[in-house]
T-cell receptor, first 113, second 113 residues
Framework: DTAVSQTPKYLVTQMGNDKSIKCEQN?????MYWYKQDSKKFLKIMFS???????INETVPNRFSPKSPDKAHLNLHINSLELGDSAVYFC????????????FGPGTRLTVT | GNSVTQMEGPVTLSEEAFLTINCTYT??????LFWYVQYPGEGLQLLLK?????DKGSNKGFEATYRKETTSFHLEKGSVQVSDSAVYFC????????????FGAGTQVVVTP
């Protein structure tokens, strides 16, 4: 049983397109996150939801819009894709907000051409 | 704001050598500290954690001790294997940052037979 799953694993698309990445966790966690890993492996938080409520939005362009239909799902929609959006996007979940470990999905490698 | 600094890689070792990866942090509160490992082409896995000063986290032969006086959380393993080749990330999380993980830049470790 996969704890945190993401689809798709690979996404290749052209500039200007709109795409979505889906994330699901079966751990019963209340909190979910999106992280971006750049080509140098640097990881940075993008968004966090707690009980379906947005609590972290880290200076991410408006083209990125997260949506949490329920506590087990957190999707990421990206409009008007740009070359600089090429990265690996990781979803994660945790039991809560205070120092709990986070469990990561396998990542979605987005390539914008 | 919070920050994490870890030694640059790549670190290249022979099998059975001793591994140390230095990690220091800056935080305003009392963070929890983590080491995550990323094997090639995979997501991040929690390796170990410590939630308060002098705690020692350990897993799979890896250890790290939370040193508040030196604001450090160095990772050590006494005898590495080829299968330990991966990128290792030091990270912190505290209540004031709503649980988000602040990562170091990652250290690539290459173990040769």
């Amino acid at each position: 049983d996969t704890a945190v799953s993401q689809t798709p694993k690979y996404l290749v698309t052209q500039m200007g397109n709109d795409k979505s990445i889906k994330c699901e966790q079966n751990l019963g966690h209340d909190t979910m996150y999106w992280y971006k890993q750049d080509s140098k492996k640097f990881l940075k938080i993008m968004f966090s939801y707690n009980n379906k409520e947005l609590i972290i939005n880290e200076t991410v362009p408006n083209r990125f819009s997260p949506k949490s239909p329920d506590k087990a799902h957190l999707n990421l929609h990206i409009n008007s894709l740009e070359l600089g959006d090429s990265a690996v996007y990781f979803c994660a979940s945790s039991q809560g907000l205070d120092g709990y470990e986070q469990y990561f999905g396998p990542g979605t490698r987005l390539t914008v051409t | 704001g919070n920050s994490v600094t870890q030694m640059e890689g790549p670190v290249t070792l022979s099998e059975e050598a001793f591994l140390t990866i230095n990690c220091t942090y800056t935080a305003t509160g009392y963070p929890s500290l983590f080491w995550y490992v990323q094997y090639p082409g995979e997501g991040l896995q929690l390796l170990l954690k410590a939630t308060k000063a002098d705690d020692k986290g350990s897993n799979k032969g890896f250890e790290a001790t939370y040193r508040k006086e030196t604001t450090s959380f160095h990772l050590e393993k006494g005898s590495v294997q080829v299968s330990d080749s991966a990128v290792y990330f030091c990270a912190l999380s505290d209540r004031d940052s709503w649980g988000k993980l602040q990562f170091g830049a990652g250290t690539q470790v290459v173990v040769t037979p």
